[in-house]
């Protein structure tokens, strides 16, 4: 089994900045990737960022590059998602995932609780 805990969420205003962690514990040492999502109330779930075990490559939705950065601690078994320049249209809860499957970033075999964002 495996346990991730999502950590970080605030509110802030337009134009700054958080950092987002998630905690993973369990058998996650098979773990090919892990990724960030995002949704609104009464909307579907949203990709957001991912990135391979080992760091590398990180992928990220049109809508954040450039603002949001993906990163891992190995060492800790902590992913972070560090947000800059926040927009009101980022509000939503964050969510982390995790894949055990080649080429399946975005369909996480286990997911977060999720920590809630709000950007006014």
């Known amino acids: 089994q495996v346990q991730l805990v999502e950590s970080g969420g605030d509110s802030v205003q337009a134009g700054g900045s958080l950092r987002l962690s998630c905690a993973a514990s369990?058998?996650?040492?098979?773990?090919?990737?892990m990724a960030w999502f995002r949704q609104e109330p009464g909307k579907s779930r949203e990709w957001v960022a991912h990135i391979w075990a080992g760091g590398e490559p990180t992928k990220y939705a049109d809508s954040v590059q450039g603002r949001f950065t993906v990163s891992e601690d190995n060492a800790k078994n902590i992913m972070y998602l560090d947000m800059k320049e926040l927009k009101p249209e980022d509000t939503a809860m964050y969510y982390c995932?995790?894949?055990?499957?080649?080429?399946?970033?975005?369909?996480?075999?286990?997911w977060g609780q999720g920590t809630q964002v709000t950007v006014s």
């Open positions: 995932g995790l894949t055990l499957r080649e080429g399946a970033c975005r369909s996480p075999d286990y």
């Open positions: 369990g058998e996650i040492y098979s773990r090919k990737c």
